[in-house]
């Protein structure tokens, strides 16, 4: 289970992150949505999470997420600060 969350790196409470637009991945479990509505023309998805709190709007390839997410369970860890991401 990872949970998404944001912190303005530091500058704000940490805040649960909601996918924006509609539908869900049912192969992942939590409140998670994803906006599959920006399908790209190579086939691939565009992930989209918004921070309400600092209005930080992250856009992530699903590859790009998916090896985000291998990486953090390979850490042993169970929570992506998107505020700590490159991107
Ligand atoms: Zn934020």
């Not at 990872?2 to 992942?28: A, M, N, P, Q, Y």
């Not at 790209?40 to 709190?53: I, M, S």
């Not at 998916?66 to 990486?71: A, N, W």
Request: charged letters at 30%; aromatic letters at 4%; one cysteine or more.
């Amino acid at each position: 289970m990872i949970t998404v969350v944001c912190s303005d790196k530091g500058r704000h409470e940490k805040v649960r992150l909601t996918f924006t637009g509609s539908g869900s991945e049912g192969d992942r479990p939590g409140p998670v949505q994803i906006d599959f509505t920006s399908k790209r023309p190579d086939g691939g998805k565009t992930y989209r999470l918004k921070c309400n709190v600092c209005g930080r709007d992250v856009h992530l390839r699903d590859d790009t997420w998916t090896r985000m997410v291998d990486g953090i369970i390979a850490a042993g860890l169970s929570e992506i600060d998107v505020s700590h991401l490159p991107c």
